[in-house]
Nanobody, 120 residues
């Protein structure tokens, strides 16, 4: 059974930074493309960033230049470095293994998420 444990969220002022982590177990992590999603109150969950098994990345326009997704296959962990945070980035952030490669659809495997709150 796949387990996803997100951490690293918190309260930060606008312009600040946070680094999220997602520890993955129960699957062959190194072969999986991984994604970060977020969901703000009253809004649908949206894709933030994706990283392939080989390290190729893709970002939503609203985080390009501010967020960086990375992975450490030796630790079965995917990261999201978030810089220049804005109040609009406030959301619960989730990691998700993709069904296939970089452009594939999300799997139905989700963790509990980690709350990010950006104050103005």
């Amino acid at each position: 059974q796949v387990q996803l444990v997100e951490s690293g969220g918190g309260l930060v002022q606008a312009g600040g930074s946070l680094r999220l982590s997602c520890a993955v177990s129960g699957t062959t992590f190194s072969t999986k493309a991984m994604a970060w999603y977020r969901q703000a109150p009253g809004k649908q969950r949206e894709l933030v960033a994706v990283i392939s098994s080989s390290g190729l990345t893709n970002y939503a326009d609203f985080v390009k230049g501010r967020f960086t997704i990375s992975r450490d296959n030796s630790k079965n962990t995917v990261y999201l470095q978030m810089n220049s945070l804005k109040p609009d980035d406030t959301a619960v952030y989730y990691c998700n293994p993709r069904r296939g490669g970089l452009m594939s659809s999300p799997s139905d495997q989700w963790g509990q998420g980690t709350q990010v709150t950006v104050s103005s």
